[in-house]
C-alpha cells in the first residue's frame, strides 16, 4: 500500500473516512468497557463489603464468622481480659471452684482390708487400729423405671357419704401410664436440649429401661403447654408491669418448606420480650399485625429496649419510649469505622458511647442513683461532636457501600439523642438488648440441632414452656422441678407486684 505522501486526495478522503469508522467504534466499545467495568467494581466492592461484615461491625451472628471467604474479624479489646496470650485455665483473682468435702454426707460406709495376710491369717479377725484414709463420692443412683401401683379406696363414713381416694398426681386416664418424673424430663430434653422426640426416647430406654412411644413423648409438649396458660399469661402481664423490656426477634424455620405466596423465605418470626425475671416468646412474623398482637402494645407505661427495627416505631403500637440497643449502635459505628477509615469521628462516637455504657453500669453497681454529671456531659459532649463532624462529612448518603448506613447511623444520633441516651439519665434502663438477644439464644441452637419443625403450634407450646422455665430459673429455682409441678397440675407462679 501506498503511503499517504504518495495517495491522491480522494484516496486520502477513503482512508480517513476508514480510520474515523475505527475510531467511533472504538469509542463505543471503549465506553461499553468503561461501563462494564464501574459495574464489576461496585460489585466487587458490594460483594467485599459484604464479606467484611461479621460479628463485629454488623448484626451478623458470630457462627458465621468462620464461613468460607470471611476474613478474620478483629482482635477485640482484650485490656480487661488478660490479653490475647494469657495462661489457659483459671485466672489470677478469678473466683475458683471445687468439690467440697461435707460434714454430714447422705451415707457412711466402712471399709477393712479384705483377704489372707502373707503369713497366711485371715484379715477379717485382724485387729481395728481406726480410720486412718477418708474419702467422700459424689455419685448418682443408677436409674430404673419403678412400677407403683396405686390403690384407690373407697370408705363410708358415718353418715353414710361415700368418699374415693383421688389417684396420685400427674395421673392421667386409663389403668397404666408414665409419672410425672419421666414425663418432665422428656418434656426437658425437648425444650431445653432441643434433643428430637425419637432420640428422647432412645435416651429414656438406654438410661431408664423403659421405652415410652414417639407419639406420647411429642404429646407430651402440647400437654405442659396446655397446663401453662395461667402462667403463660401472668408472665405476660408482669412483663407490661416491668420499668424497662428488652425486645427482639429472629427468623425461625418452621412450617411448610414451600413459602408462601409473595413470600421469598418460608419461615416464621420468633419475639421474645424479656427482663431480669420474666420471658415472654410469641411466634409468628415480622409483619405490624404480629407486632400488635405481641405484648409490645401494652408497653406504653415501660421502656422498650430495641435494635432499632421499623415496627417498633410504627403508630399502630401507640406511644412508646423507646432505648435504641447501644450494641447494634457500636457495631454500626464499627462498620463506619471501616468505610472511613481515616476519619476520626467514628472512634469517637463509640468511645464516648462505651464510656456512658461503662458509667452507668459502674453506679448501678455502687446503687448510685445516677452517673456523675461531669463525667457524663463531658462524653455527651464528645459524643455530640462526633456526630457533628461525621454529618458534616457524610453530606449525602453516598454511592460505596457503607456509607448509606454509616449516615443513617448519624441522623438517628442527631434525631433520637434521647431515644440512645435515656440509659445514661435512668439507670433502670439497660443500654442494650442482650438480655433479649440471650433469651433468643435457644432458638438458634435449636435450628442447628434439630433443623426446621413441621408444625407451628407445637412451636409456640415449645416456646410457652421455654418461657415459663427461663423465668423460672430467673428467680433461682431447678427447671425440673417446676416442669414436675407443672405436669402435675400445679405450677409455679411468679407472684404479682405489691400494690402502691
Not at 480522494?10 to 466499545?29: P, S, Y
Not at 481480659?81 to 454430714?104: D, F, M, V, Y
Not at 428430637?196 to 414417639?214: C, I, K, M
Not at 425486645?247 to 427482663?275: H, M, S
Amino acid at each position: 500500500m501506498s503511503g499517504p505522501e504518495e495517495m491522491s486526495r480522494d484516496e486520502l478522503i477513503v482512508v480517513v473516512r476508514h480510520q474515523a469508522a475505527q475510531i467511533t467504534a472504538m469509542a463505543g466499545q471503549l465506553s461499553e468497557l468503561m461501563e462494564t467495568n464501574e459495574m464489576l467494581a461496585g460489585k466487587l466492592a458490594r460483594l467485599e463489603h459484604l464479606l467484611s461484615r461479621n460479628s463485629g461491625n454488623s448484626s451478623s451472628p458470630p457462627s458465621r464468622d468462620d464461613d468460607p471467604g470471611k476474613p478474620a474479624p478483629p482482635e477485640k479489646n482484650t485490656r480487661d481480659k488478660g490479653g490475647p496470650n494469657r495462661a489457659r485455665g483459671k485466672q489470677p483473682g478469678a473466683p475458683g471452684s471445687h468439690l467440697p468435702w461435707t460434714e454430714h454426707p447422705d451415707d457412711r460406709r466402712d471399709r477393712f482390708p479384705q483377704g489372707r495376710c502373707e503369713c497366711g491369717d485371715d484379715l477379717g479377725g485382724a485387729r481395728d487400729l481406726g480410720i486412718v484414709d477418708r474419702y467422700q463420692q459424689h455419685e448418682i443412683p443408677q436409674v430404673a423405671v419403678k412400677v407403683i401401683q396405686y390403690d384407690q379406696h373407697q370408705v363410708r363414713c358415718g353418715c353414710g357419704k361415700l368418699h374415693t381416694a383421688d389417684r396420685p398426681d400427674g395421673a392421667r386416664s386409663g389403668p397404666v401410664g408414665y409419672g410425672p418424673n419421666l414425663a418432665a424430663f422428656a418434656v426437658y430434653l425437648m425444650v431445653v436440649h432441643f434433643i428430637p422426640a425419637h432420640r428422647v426416647v432412645a435416651l429414656l430406654e438406654s438410661l431408664t429401661g423403659t421405652a415410652p412411644s414417639v407419639g406420647f413423648v411429642h404429646g407430651m409438649i402440647n400437654r405442659a403447654a396446655g397446663l401453662l396458660t395461667e402462667t403463660h399469661q401472668r408472665i405476660r402481664t408482669l412483663i407490661t408491669l416491668a420499668h424497662a423490656v428488652s425486645c427482639d426477634e429472629t427468623p425461625l424455620r418452621v412450617g411448610p418448606q414451600q413459602p408462601p405466596a409473595g413470600k421469598k423465605k418460608a419461615e416464621r418470626y420468633l419475639l421474645v420480650a424479656a427482663t431480669e425475671l420474666y420471658t415472654h416468646y410469641l411466634l409468628g412474623d415480622r409483619s405490624i399485625d404480629t407486632f400488635t398482637a405481641f405484648v409490645v402494645t401494652d408497653l406504653t407505661n415501660s421502656v422498650i429496649v430495641h435494635d432499632r427495627y421499623q415496627n417498633y416505631d410504627s403508630a399502630k403500637l401507640g406511644t412508646l419510649v423507646h432505648q435504641l440497643c447501644c450494641a447494634h449502635l457500636l457495631r454500626d459505628l464499627a462498620g463506619a469505622t471501616e468505610v472511613y477509615p481515616d476519619a476520626v469521628w467514628p472512634v469517637q462516637i463509640a468511645d464516648a458511647l462505651r464510656g456512658l455504657i461503662h458509667h452507668a453500669n459502674h453506679a448501678r453497681e455502687q446503687g448510685l442513683p445516677t452517673i456523675d454529671a461531669d463525667i457524663r456531659d463531658e462524653l455527651l459532649t464528645r459524643l455530640r461532636d462526633g456526630m457533628l463532624v461525621g454529618l458534616s462529612d457524610t453530606t449525602s448518603a453516598g454511592t460505596r457501600p457503607g456509607q448509606r448506613k454509616a449516615r443513617l447511623l448519624l441522623e438517628v444520633l442527631r434525631d433520637r439523642p434521647d431515644d440512645v441516651l435515656r440509659f445514661a439519665h435512668d439507670l433502670k434502663v439497660p443500654p442494650t438488648s442482650n438480655q433479649a438477644e440471650r433469651d433468643l439464644r435457644p432458638s438458634k441452637i435449636q435450628q442447628k440441632i434439630s433443623g426446621r419443625l413441621t408444625s407451628e403450634a407445637r412451636t409456640q407450646d415449645r416456646y410457652t414452656i421455654l418461657g415459663y422455665l427461663s423465668t423460672a430459673a430467673k428467680h433461682g429455682l431447678d427447671k425440673i422441678t417446676v416442669l414436675r409441678d407443672a405436669l402435675t397440675g400445679k405450677p409455679w407462679m411468679p407472684a404479682l407486684p405489691a400494690p402502691t
